[in-house]
């Protein structure tokens, strides 16, 4: 990203916490940053596209520290762990502008960030999905998307705490209790083969329309795109050897991770390389 446009988002951020979105001018977010207004409107058409394009950015920085950790050589459970301490630090660290959006209801308001927002939610329906079958087996694949939503729930009540009442948590130690959480639940119900209510037709009433849930036809499809529309030469590279890769009967994860890491370098791919790390943990 352009150095002023991230000077821009970050002051942004700050701006915004303090003061509440509705509140800050675009002059003083200029003021903030060292720039004309000019200059500010050279970069985003509107506040609501800087407003899109800070979610973005906070989405992006998330992901980047997330697939940092797939590349460990951890146990399945130990890497759950260490990415729901990144995900609960990022939210801490963002407490007060996420106290704005709540205080202003800006999500309601602007379509974009909305179906940004449930694109974000679905991911983390994904990427808890995905996670339990690592740690548990093909076995744990009926209940999957069941202990998901538990497991969202349960993350997304240690966070309200952080967010709303301000409680201070060791993190390593709340993802630590979440992962054991989530153990006792998945063996309970794998044991009593409980009938899930969630199941993958549940979730295809959920999910966004550019959102398949035959999540590796949709990435291969994906990378397809890439080979055809893009003209630097190393992505296509990149995205050819994917394909060809996951087309196998048994794709070799340690490419298909490196490869995953040639794309995380180009920002506009970040999305497709965590669908890709998401996947193969």
């Not at 951020?13 to 800050?24: D, E, H, N, P, V």
């Not at 744990?140 to 069941?146: K, R």
């Not at 397809?224 to 630097?232: G, R």
């Amino acid at each position: 990203m352009d150095p002023k446009k991230k000077n821009i988002i970050e002051q942004s951020i700050k701006l915004f916490a303090r003061k509440g979105f509705s509140s800050t001018s675009v002059q003083e977010i200029a003021r903030e940053c060292n720039i004309s207004k000019g200059a500010f409107y050279l970069h985003f058409k509107s506040k609501d596209e800087l407003l899109y394009e800070l979610f973005e950015h906070y989405w992006r920085r998330m992901q980047r520290r997330v697939n940092e950790v797939s590349s460990e050589p951890l146990e399945p459970n130990e890497k759950f762990a260490q990415q729901l301490k990144i995900t609960i630090e990022e939210v801490a660290n963002h407490r007060e502008f996420i106290i704005m959006q709540v205080r202003e209801q800006v999500i309601p308001f602007n379509e974009n960030i909305e179906q940004f927002i449930k694109k974000m939610r679905y991911h983390s329906y994904l990427f808890y999905k995905n996670h339990l079958i690592s740690i548990y087996g093909k076995e744990a694949e009926a209940y999957a998307w069941e202990g998901s939503l538990i497991t969202q729930s349960l993350v997304s009540n240690y966070i309200d705490l952080i967010i709303i009442d301000n409680v201070e948590f060791n993190f390593l130690e709340v993802a630590n209790s979440i992962v054991t959480k989530v153990d006792y639940m998945m063996k309970g119900i794998m044991e009593n083969k409980d009938i899930p209510v969630i199941t993958e037709e549940i979730i295809e009433q959920m999910a966004p329309d550019d959102f398949g849930l035959l999540q590796l036809n949709e990435i291969i499809r994906e990378l397809k795109e890439v080979t055809v529309s893009e003209a630097d030469r190393d992505i296509k590279d990149t995205a050819e050897v994917l394909t060809l890769e996951l087309e196998r009967t048994s794709p070799r994860v340690a490419v298909v991770k490196g490869m995953a890491s040639n794309l995380e370098k180009h920002e506009e791919y970040l999305d497709l390389a965590s669908k890709l790390r998401a996947y193969f943990i």
